[in-house]
């Protein structure tokens, strides 16, 4: 999120935050966009804070967001042991660079690395740090290829599905590459494989595959696109990897789905993301990314680094970031294990199963995406008097954030909702959310003035509440510059 500075002269009254109660200890406004002059009582500032946040949503009702708001005590307590170390200050904390290194190697075989493989990694911020690292690596092997076959490089291309996140976007601007997206159709929300093939030459640094569609859980076809890019080298004598954006679905087929080939088992996967703070069920931020062999690496994108006692590479685009997402994502491997991580995905994917089919018995809603990850799609079934948008929004007066968008490009018309199931919606709740969607539904059927529980419209204030967000609603989600719109994580 870029924030903004914002001009004092403009805001008038709103440049201090007022006294609230905070313990009575607030006696003077505090400015709002300025430095204070004094310090402030720890409990006071701290009061005022926590009050002042009680105005975000509840972290286990967001329902948008594939990142995991709950960990256990345990977790919880390791984190905050661990929250004031560097990871990068590898001499002062080696046992923290050890528990990197585990992870990677635990990683590198959940995603059937073989033990000849010199498979290599690193923990990142997230799976957008580790999309930067693996595309730029593409581009630097490829711009290396074409140098040793002694060919004047063109300009670099990156294939994907117009389904990607924005991060595939964001490389592609921020690292020069020409993004070439394959449409979405009416019925196809993910990758098509012909369509892929179709716009790969031999200035294409790679293609993505993506294991969980941001837009729908899908799952792209790999192994397919993998066959697909045999054929390319074969007939046309280019040859081209993949990288698997595995954000969410990394920490889910392995479990849900072990027989599905989508990782090191198929020779063209050069390198998997995966999102530790997503099915990883540790706290933001925290994300992997693995390359298949040391050669695909390229050894100048490898600084090796000794200001900070000893001799170190790194490749990462942070230099200094919190070491407490590593020793989370740890705990949860030993906590866990295969057994643990399998039983907790089989849970959710049972409760996705179970919304689908409610929400889809009700007759409203025509579930897509199928049930890959678990996660619950849905659009209208049929014409309605409201759109996803209203129903969105009329959820949120019961405090549930259920994101509604379109689809990538040429499916824009195609307007969902989609729930993400995490750990923390318990099925208890899933019943509730269910019976919440059945009343906005009836509400909305109203017309803009009922209440959620078809109560006396005008005195509830729900009603109130719902009337006054579709007021201030405004347009539905605009087209990015781009062109494309965006789903909301
Ligand atoms: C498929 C996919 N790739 C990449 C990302 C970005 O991941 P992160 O939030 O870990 O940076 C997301 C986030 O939702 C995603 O769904």
Redesign the pocket.
Known sequence: MLSRKVPLAAIGEDRAVLPTFAARGMTEPVPRYELPDRPMDGDVAYLAIHHELALDGNPLLNLAT??TTWMDEHADRLMAESVNKNAIDWDEYPQTVELQDRCVNMLSRLYHAEEHHSTVGTAT???????HLAGLAMKVRWRNAARDAGRTPGTPNLVMGAN??V??EKFARYFDVEPRYVPMTEDRFVIGVDEAMARVDENTIGVVG?L???YTGEYEPIAELDAALDSVCTERGIDVPIHV?A??GGFVAPFLQPELAWDFRLPRVRSI?V?G??YGLVY??I?WILWREEEDLPEELVFKVDYLGGSHATFGLNFSRGASQIVAQYYNFLRLGREGYREIMAALAETAGWLRRRLADTGHFTVIGGDDLPVVCLRLAGEEPFDVFDLSETLRTRGWVVPAYRMAPDAEHVAVLRIVVREGLSRDMAEELATDVDRAVERLRRGPHASLDGGSPAGSAIGRRAGRARSSRGAKPAPTAGGKTRSP?
């Open positions: 594939f990142v911020v997230g799976s957008s740090e580790a999309i990607v996140q991060v595939w993506i969980g569609s941001t954006d954000a969410s993301n999102s703070h997503k933001p931020g994300g994580c």
